[in-house]
């Protein structure tokens, strides 16, 4: 198992483990402890303590009886999940983790949220641009806080010697973090608060936290968690077979700048397609093969796949030129092309099998080429993710039950590739599970 997450409460266990479950890992939230052993072949699970509002000795020792009912997993690392406006006993329920596991254990505290507008800058926690302890959560009735310094909300509750790693660290990448976060333990810190303001310095802690090598328990309200996991050895735990496969063929800026932050944020794998090769007999199957054949090379060490016709302003085609070399008018060119594209799509949709949760696809023209080679009668549609982008499910033929988000090629801003990609993602986690590689519908 990759990681037991202890929480204060059923919802942040949840909270933690969604993340994890919508990218394409095996989660679990567990209620009775005395069942854990049962799951130890997910990826992670969370079990809970009910402890927010509690005293904080009683806190701890709530950790502490949580942690001896786990003890015969074995995990790469605990998490010690925090409330993301740092309610509750944070100090007390870190110390009891670390009380229970090695001496040399680190722990490093990651408290940023920023999908939910929480970053920490120079140790300081603001929501929304706003101190923490200028928001509602000073009046919590039963966990109130009342700083936005977070050394300082776990040295009230910890002895532990403290260290905080800055921003100024931060911007200079993983390597200083690294030897920063290794020089602060050899100068006695145990547990290392460090800033965050977006996703990207949470991976890049992540990393660095990693290449430490050295035992450490992640302290944070989920997003750091799923990095750690999702940076780890990827030879440990499993990871469903639920995977993502994105066709474009859009040559659009906008589409440009879509496929961009697609990239920086969920890191798909990636293989883009020579378009002109499509607009030649024997070339064109060519290189549907080599496109098919690279992703299928790769299916086992990746959740999310793009496979796509242009992937920076450089790739564009002349089509005019092109379709003149190929001797065909533009609109016959075009038409080709889209069709090549819908036919490499399928064909690896189809490939994946059980493995595939769902699909994305961009244009009308690829669209309806992909849902007609899968023989498909149609979609259920079934929500709108934005306007002109849609969220169904495939109607008949070979894909029959599998996700679908379309969109129209000019559709949308820079992020709205991103936001269907993780639309699709929680879709297909909460609609289906893979066992033993056979595909269930719940």
Do not use: W
């Amino acid at each position: 198992m990759r990681t037991l997450i202890i929480a204060d409460d059923m919802t942040g266990a949840n909270v933690s483990n969604s993340s994890l479950a919508k990218n394409g890992y095996k989660v679990g939230t567990i209620n009775n402890a005395n069942y854990i052993a049962d799951y130890e072949n997910y990826d992670a699970l969370g079990v809970h303590t009910d402890s927010r509002g509690m005293e904080a000795e009683a806190a701890y020792q709530a950790v502490v009886d949580k942690m001896k009912s786990v003890q015969g997993l074995q995990v790469d690392f605990y998490n010690k999940r925090i409330d993301s406006t740092m309610r509750g006993n944070c100090g007390a329920e870190l110390d009891a983790i670390l009380d229970q596991v090695d001496e040399d254990t680190l722990a490093i505290v990651v408290a940023s949220y920023p999908d939910s507008g929480k970053i920490v800058i120079g140790n300081y926690m603001l929501v929304d641009g706003v101190p923490l302890e200028l928001t509602d959560v000073r009046n919590d009735p039963t966990a109130p806080v009342d700083s936005s310094k977070i050394s300082t909300i776990f040295r009230e509750q910890t002895d532990r010697e403290i260290g905080v790693i800055t921003v100024e660290t931060i911007m200079q990448g993983q390597e200083a973090i690294t030897d920063t976060m290794l020089a602060l333990k050899d100068n006695g810190a145990e547990i290392i608060v460090i800033d965050a303001f977006t996703n990207e310095d949470i991976e890049t802690i992540a990393q660095a936290t990693l290449a430490m090598k050295l035992p450490f328990v992640a302290v944070d309200p989920g997003p750091f968690t799923y990095y750690l996991v999702k940076n780890s050895d990827q030879t440990t735990g499993i990871k469903t077979k639920q995977k993502m496969l994105f066709t474009i063929g859009s040559v659009s800026t906008i589409a440009i700048a879509q496929i961009a932050r697609f990239r920086a944020e969920l890191a798909p794998y990636v293989v883009k397609i020579q378009a002109e090769d499509l607009l030649y007999d024997g070339p064109d199957q060519a290189e549907i093969d080599r496109v098919k054949n690279k992703v299928l090379q790769h299916l086992d060490d990746n959740q999310m796949f793009l496979v796509a016709t242009m992937m920076q302003k450089e790739d564009k085609l002349d089509l005019k030129a092109a379709a003149q070399k190929a001797g065909l008018t533009v609109r016959q060119a075009s038409e080709r092309i889209s069709d090549k594209v819908a036919e490499i799509g399928s064909q690896i949709a189809l490939a994946m099998g059980d493995q595939l949760g769902g699909v994305y696809t961009s244009g009308g023209d690829i669209t309806k080429a992909f849902l007609e080679k899968t023989g498909t009668t149609g979609i259920q549609i079934k929500d709108e993710v934005i306007p002109l982008a849609v969220y169904g499910t495939i109607m008949g033929g070979d894909l029959d039950h599998k996700s679908i988000i379309t969109k129209g090629g000019l559709i949308g801003d820079e992020y709205t590739l991103y936001e269907c990609a993780d639309f699709l993602a929680t879709k297909i986690a909460s609609n289906y599970y893979v066992e033993e590689g056979v595909h269930h519908v719940s």
